[in-house]
T-cell receptor, first 115, second 115 residues
Framework: NAGVTQTPKFRVLKTGQSMTLLCAQDMNHEYMYWYRQDPGMGLRLIHYSVGEGTTAKGEVPDGYNVSRLKKQNFLLGLESAAPSQTSVYFC??????????????FGQGTRLTVV | AQSVTQLDSQVPVFEEAPVELRCNYSSSVSVYLFWYVQYPNQGLQLLLKYLSGSTLVKGINGFEAEFNKSQTSFHLRKPSVHISDTAEYFCAVTTLSTGFQKLVFGTGTRLLVSP
């Protein structure tokens, strides 16, 4: 059972380059999230999706775009990478927002360095 | 908007000693509360969750947490820690009101267990 899979696991970008991070989940979850993790700042929400074809901004959305064309995939794009986007990126998914199955499941993370 | 405060960025403790990791949340409405653990270079795993009912919640690996509505706290405890508990611990909250789609994390507490 794969759960939440993130691709790639590591990447080094030059300033100004673009890239897309892929998150795939095989649990038929409706809700998906992208977070970034920086030392001393915990996890901050970048964007999230409440279903196929829908996305919404989190607390730190600037410089990122997302798409949810298929229910199982949630893509995070960096159009023009900046050193401030050096971080570890985590994708998460949730089955439900209420009740017993509301916890989030996380991928293993993508470590991105922008030079 | 909901928020989470983890008062201690790092907690050193000796093996077999008890430990408490503190978490306070800010919300004027009902909440769900979670504790996650992150081992080095891995994603986050759920330790335990509070949805409703009994305020004492038991999780995996011998951890438990107590929900205190009047103190708006959800502190994590373990009576006797092991070296293998060395990890970073995150408290998270989701409110049952506006913004309920979001899962908001604290800044994390690094637990360092030494022999």
């Amino acid at each position: 059972n794969a759960g939440v899979t993130q691709t790639p696991k590591f990447r080094v970008l030059k300033t100004g380059q673009s890239m897309t991070l892929l998150c795939a989940q095989d649990m038929n979850h409706e809700y998906m999230y992208w977070y970034r993790q920086d030392p001393g700042m915990g996890l901050r929400l970048i964007h999230y999706s409440v279903g196929e074809g829908t996305t919404a901004k989190g607390e730190v959305p600037d410089g990122y775009n997302v798409s949810r064309l298929k229910k199982q995939n949630f893509l995070l794009g960096l159009e023009s990478a900046a050193p401030s986007q050096t971080s570890v990126y985590f994708c998460a998914s949730r089955l439900a927002l209420f009740g017993q199955n509301t916890e989030a499941f996380f991928g293993q993370g993508t470590r991105l360095t922008v030079v | 908007a909901q928020s989470v405060t983890q008062l201690d960025s790092q907690v050193p403790v000796f093996e077999e000693a008890p430990v408490e990791l503190r978490c306070n949340y800010s919300s004027s409405v009902s909440v769900y509360l979670f504790w996650y653990v992150q081992y080095p270079n891995q994603g986050l795993q759920l330790l335990l969750k509070y949805l409703s009912g009994s305020t004492l919640v038991k999780g995996i690996n011998g951890f438990e947490a107590e929900f205190n509505k009047s103190q708006t706290s959800f502190h994590l405890r373990k009576p006797s820690v092991h070296i293998s508990d060395t990890a970073e611990y995150f408290c998270a909250v989701t409110t049952l009101s506006t913004g309920f789609q979001k899962l908001v994390f604290g800044t994390g507490t690094r637990l360092l267990v030494s022999p």
